[in-house]
Nanobody, 125 residues
Framework: QVQLVESGGGLVQAGGSLRLSCTAA????????MAWFRQAPGKEREFAAA????????AYSDSIKGRFTISRDNAKNTLYLQMNSLKPEDTAVYYC??????????????????WGQGTQVTVSS
């Protein structure tokens, strides 16, 4: 079992920045493809960004492309989401997710094995 823990959420004004982090206690993430999802109030959870286990390939949803950057530091066992130029519509609970040893032909992975509890991001106008 992998327990993912997100941090870094908070309240920020529109145009500001936040950096989210996700780590796993007691388990290395270096063999996992990782992703960020988000769920806004009253909406379904949606894909935001993903990164391969080695960090050599990324994917972004159209709504965040060019503003958010996913990255990972396997030495620190941590996944990041740098969020710049935040908009009120980015307000959501952000979740990290992990997929073990993904070798599928499609990218990003369609399914994930483990999920964090989420961290709230609120962007005020």
């Amino acid at each position: 079992q992998v327990q993912l823990v997100e941090s870094g959420g908070g309240l920020v004004q529109a145009g500001g920045s936040l950096r989210l982090s996700c780590t796993a206690a007691g388990r290395t993430l270096s063999r996992y493809a990782m992703a960020w999802f988000r769920q806004a109030p009253g909406k379904e959870r949606e894909f935001a960004a993903a990164i391969t286990s080695g960090g050599d390939r990324e994917a972004y949803s159209d709504s965040i492309k060019g503003r958010f950057t996913i990255s990972r530091d396997n030495a620190k066992n941590t996944l990041y989401l740098q969020m710049n130029s935040l908009k009120p519509e980015d307000t959501a609970v952000y979740y990290c997710a992990a997929r073990w040893n993904y070798l599928g032909s499609s990218w990003p992975p369609p399914l994930y094995d483990y999920w964090g509890q989420g961290t709230q991001v609120t962007v005020s106008s």
